[in-house]
Structure formats: structure tokens, C-alpha cells
């Protein structure tokens, strides 16, 4: 069956601009997780949403980050006045829920800001 | 806070030998982990987990190895091929709480 996906692939944006990141989970899947990849680093985890339960967004960086899922599907993460430390890869995953630590990632995002 | 690190940044093995990536966690309490593997520009994918009351668990050319009392963690690969260079992370989670990842070890496989 069809895996994650995110769009776009890659984003350029000039520093200052907002961008929104696209996520789509695996059918059926209810929980859905955003992660940040720098350069080299590991993963920092940035929100998670499950179900119709109140998102953790304790990984966000900043206020310029939010995120938001419309109909427990589709995720968009939002990140508004971009800066150049906002460079890196964007990834999502799914989980069927909270308790199943088995994610499944998508290709992610890799945003350049310029 | 919890944190999950690598002992080696890259490992360089030849095509056929085997091959060991290790990782160091910190919390105690954390009692499951899972490693997975990340090819170039792609996300990173499921490769084996394990239950902190267990201390050893195989897969298909794979093993995880588990030893809480050092809260060090290993992934064997048999017969490691081409296909195997990726970067490999562990990941490791206490209670419902979300994953924590390690930095990464990069696996090169030489023909």
C-alpha cells in the first residue's frame, strides 16, 4: 500500500518568508509525528498529534512553528519569518497510534532558507 | 533530559564481514528501542526493535543486542553488502512518551 508522502521534495525560500510543509500518513494510521534532521545530526522531534487529542507540541523550536491536521489525516507544518538556522530536512511519520512506537517515515522535506 | 548517543560516527567494513553499530543511552527508565536505517535522501526505515526485558533479538541478517546494565545498545549485520551503507540510528522511549534518536553512525560497505 501507499506510504507516507510529503511535498515538495525541496523548498528554497528566501529568510523572512513563510513555507508549509505537507504530510500525508499511511491510511488509517492515527497517530502522526514531525521531526527535524540538520545536517549530519539525528532527529529532534518537533510535535506529535493522535487522534483528536490535544497535539504535543512540547519539540517546537520557536512560535514561528505550528502545526496543524484537519480531519486526522493531512498535516501541514507552518513556519512562519524564516531564518537560515530553519535549513534542514522535514520528516513526518505515522504510527496506527500512540502506542505502536513502529513509525513509518516519509522522504521528507529539505528546506533551504536563503 | 534523555539522550541517545553513538560510540563511532562512520563505519568503514568490506563487502561479506560482519558488522557491529553501537549506541549509548541514558535513561534508565527507557524500555523499548529500535534501530533504524536511513539511505541517502530518504526517510528512515524500521529495522528491528527491542523490549527492555529482553537482551537479545535476531532478525533477517540482523541482531540487536540490549545490555541495560551499561544502557548500551548493538546492531549486528551479517554478511554486510553494498546494499547495507546507510546512516543507522538508534532510537529508544520510556513509557508513551515519543522517541528520542541517537545522532547516527554512517555504514559504508566497500565491494
Known amino acids: 500500500g501507499a506510504g507516507v508522502s510529503q511535498s515538495p521534495s525541496n523548498k528554497v525560500t528566501e529568510k523572512g518568508k513563510d513555507v508549509e510543509l505537507r504530510c500525508d500518513p499511511i491510511s488509517g494510521h492515527t497517530a502522526l509525528y514531525w521531526y527535524r534532521q540538520s545536517l549530519g545530526q539525528g532527529l529532534e522531534f518537533l510535535i506529535y498529534?493522535?487522534?483528536?487529542?490535544?497535539?504535543?507540541k512540547s519539540g517546537l523550536p520557536s512560535d514561528r512553528f505550528s502545526a496543524e491536521r484537519t480531519g486526522g489525516s493531512v498535516s501541514t507544518l507552518t513556519i512562519q519569518r524564516t531564518q537560515q538556522e530553519d535549513s534542514a530536512v522535514y520528516l513526518c511519520?505515522?504510527?496506527?497510534?500512540?502506542?505502536?512506537?513502529?513509525?513509518?517515515f516519509g522522504p521528507g522535506t529539505r528546506l533551504t532558507v536563503t | 533530559g534523555e539522550s541517545v548517543g553513538l560510540h563511532l560516527p562512520t563505519l568503514s567494513v568490506q563487502e561479506g564481514d560482519n558488522s557491529i553499530i553501537n549506541c549509548a543511552y541514558s535513561n534508565s527508565a527507557s524500555d523499548y528501542f529500535i534501530w533504524y536505517k536511513q539511505e541517502s535522501g530518504k526517510g528512515p526505515q524500521f529495522i528491528i526493535d527491542i523490549r527492555s526485558n529482553m537482551d537479545k533479538r535476531q532478525g533477517q541478517r540482523v541482531t540487536v543486542l540490549l545490555n541495560k546494565t551499561v544502557k548500551h545498545l548493538s546492531l549486528q549485520i551479517a554478511a554486510t553488502q553494498p546494499g547495507d551503507s546507510a546512516v543507522y540510528f538508534c532510537a529508544s522511549v520510556s513509557g508513551y512518551s515519543t522517541l528520542t534518536f541517537g545522532k547516527g553512525t554512517m555504514l559504508l560497505v566497500s565491494p
Open positions: 511519520a505515522s504510527s496506527s497510534d500512540i502506542y505502536s512506537y513502529e513509525q513509518y
Open positions: 498529534f493522535q487522534g483528536n487529542s490535544a497535539p504535543d
